[in-house]
């Protein structure tokens, strides 16, 4: 599971894309199968709150790859590149 803030520049419906193929500076663009570098917002959750700014969780399409090095590969993409937070589970 990877998870953390992103900055977008609207809300971005379900159903759009959003792509990861341009990384921070210094990182390579993962080539794996099974990742295209886009992923689809399947849902959205508005989360109010009178304390703080409202949240908006986005939830995005899995990511299926054929084995666990791969995964690795692209939760450390994540993180080194977008400043993302990854979990491994089985």
């Known amino acids: 599971m ?4 992103l900055n977008v520049v609207g809300v ?3 159903g759009s894309l959003i792509t ?4 921070n500076a210094g990182i ?3 080539n794996i199968d099974g990742f295209s570098g ?3 917002v399947k849902n959205i959750v508005f989360t109010p709150s009178t304390e703080r700014e409202p949240e908006l969780l986005l939830i995005l ?3 299926t790859v054929k084995n666990g090095d791969d995964g690795r590969k692209i939760m450390k993409y994540f993180e080194d590149g977008f400043g993302l937070f990854s979990y491994e589970y089985d």
Not at 2 to 5: E, F, L, Q
């Open 61 to 63: 399409e899995d990511i």
């Open 12 to 14: 971005p419906p379900q």
């Open 38 to 40: 886009r992923l689809e």
């Open 20 to 23: 990861f193929s341009k990384p």
């Open 2 to 5: 990877i998870s953390g803030d």
């Open 28 to 30: 390579d663009y993962v």
